[in-house]
């Protein structure tokens, strides 16, 4: 299993701007990728990945399979909301990004650490399910969902904390979790997250009733990535 992960907190970034960032990191990766495969195991390199965490301003993302009709709201509205709109490569519906959210893009090389993308999901959720668990909340999985929820057996009361989108290619990730920390909530407002009608979203502090330091925040999902995944940063 491969151990240098290179970590990088991008700050507050432009969507599109952290977007090509990964599609040249996970091109990298296919790419070396791609060339051991004509060498022989002594002179194989070490296929590098990368754990990009960093905000968005307000940006609403929908997935090669989504809905636009879960967009609830035209361009002009969006620009009064200061929100962009992107159609992207991950899986998935519709999402919001934005302040507060702690976004997390993984770009690995799957092969070392799962044995299908199934796996790769639960890994991620756990790694959410980890963290908030040291708040004294119990973070669930969904049945035929994505994303890390809050009482899943509460008719009425199931709301997410963590959305997942990702994709994979040539067995490399990229795209990840948006962790709703201080995120401003009414933003979900105007769409149908992940494409439910009949669910609500949620963050750290809308359930604990107060803020959170984001670069705390980052330290202990950093921490909990490396327990879950193995790998050193």
């Not at 990766?29 to 965490?53: D, I, M, Q």
Request: charged residues 25%; hydrophobic residues 35%.
């Amino acid at each position: 299993m491969i151990s240098n992960i290179e970590y990088r907190d991008l700050g507050n970034i432009e969507y599109k701007t952290a977007w090509d960032l990964q599609e040249e990191l996970f091109n990298k990766v296919v790419a070396c990728k791609k060339e051991n495969e004509n060498l022989p195991g002594a002179e194989r390199k070490v296929v590098s990945g990368y754990l990009l965490f960093c905000e968005h301003p307000h940006v609403y993302t929908l997935g090669k399979s989504g809905d636009e009709q879960n967009l609830l709201i035209n361009y002009i509205q969006l620009q009064a909301k200061n929100a962009t709109f992107f159609r992207i490569n991950r899986g998935g519906d519709i999402t919001y990004h934005g302040p507060g959210q702690l976004v997390a893009y993984p770009i690995l090389n799957l092969e070392d650490y799962v044995k299908g993308a199934r796996e790769y999901i639960e890994k991620l959720e756990e790694v959410i399910i980890r963290t908030i668990a040291l708040f004294g909340l119990r973070g669930e999985r969904l049945k035929g969902a994505t994303g890390v929820w809050l009482d899943t057996d509460v008719p009425g009361k199931t709301r997410k904390i963590c959305a997942i989108g990702v994709r994979t290619s040539h067995w490399v990730s990229m795209h990840g979790f948006a962790f709703n920390v201080n995120t401003d909530l009414s933003y979900f407002g105007h769409i149908n997250p992940c494409g439910f009608t009949d669910k609500t979203v949620t963050s750290l502090e809308k359930e604990l009733g107060h803020s959170f330091n984001m670069e705390e925040i980052k330290q202990l999902v950093k921490s909990k990535f490396v327990e879950v995944f193995g790998f050193e940063l």
